[in-house]
């Protein structure tokens, strides 16, 4: 199975820092990579598929990128609302893995 | 309105048996894969089971593979989880989800409230 590991688990950020949140594949997974917000209570937001595409209605500020093993999610601004647990998770065939997640926290 | 509702959790003693609905609305219900997500609590997200549209073909995680069983009744909108066999482990918010994407790179776009599912003595 393909294994997600993401970095940091938990970032402290202030509103307006430009955040990076890093997410590896244990073998390629192509460009077959979603990204998801999630906020407590709450279910899973899409906010990115196939590694760098941005889902409709999501702001601007939150791009991807990568290929291969290693990708990125990028929030160019923070904002107040982008404080959630965001994960990563691979698509490359009839098995799904998510990463664990990364907590991004007010610093 | 585009959304998907799940029902049927519950608390149940381990061993035990529970059937999970997910009703969906405002799309095309058959035309979409869906799938099922837990999160233990406090946990990560954990993909537990797939199935096409047309129902056929199903996939499974390894943690719930003889245990769950993924079915779906089109005329209904509906996606149904049984869980048999029930372990403390099983117990989290289990997530209704649709998929989007061209087979087999499909990728959850649209997710329910969740329902809760407690195993315990």
């Known amino acids: 199975d393909i294994q997600m590991t993401q970095s940091p688990s938990t970032l402290s950020a202030s509103v307006g820092d430009r955040v990076t949140i890093t997410c590896r594949a244990s073998q390629s997974v192509s460009s077959w990579l979603a990204w998801y917000q999630q906020k407590p209570g709450k279910a899973p937001k899409l906010l990115i598929y196939k590694a760098s595409s941005l889902e409709s209605g999501v702001p601007s500020r939150f791009s991807g990128s990568g290929s291969g093993t290693e990708f990125t999610l990028t929030i160019s601004s923070l904002q107040p609302d982008d404080f959630a647990t965001y994960y990563c998770?691979?698509?490359?065939?009839?098995?799904?893995?998510f990463g664990q997640g990364t907590k991004v926290e007010i610093k | 309105e585009v959304q998907l509702l799940e029902s049927g959790g519950g608390l149940v003693q381990p061993g035990e048996s529970l059937r999970l609905s997910c009703a969906a609305s405002?799309?095309?219900?058959?035309?979409?894969?869906m799938g099922w997500v837990r999160q233990a609590p406090g946990e990560g997200l954990e993909w537990v089971s797939t199935l096409r549209g047309s129902g056929t073909d199903t996939y499974y995680a390894d943690s719930v593979k003889g245990r769950f069983t993924i079915s779906r009744d089109n005329s209904r909108d509906t996606l149904y989880l049984q869980l048999n066999s029930l372990r403390d482990e099983d117990t989290a918010i289990y997530y209704c989800a649709k998929y989007r994407g061209a087979a087999p790179y499909w990728y959850f776009d649209l997710w329910g409230r969740g329902t809760l599912v407690t195993v315990s003595s």
């Open positions: 405002g799309f095309t219900f058959s035309t979409y894969a």
């Open positions: 998770q691979q698509y490359n065939g009839y098995l799904w893995t």
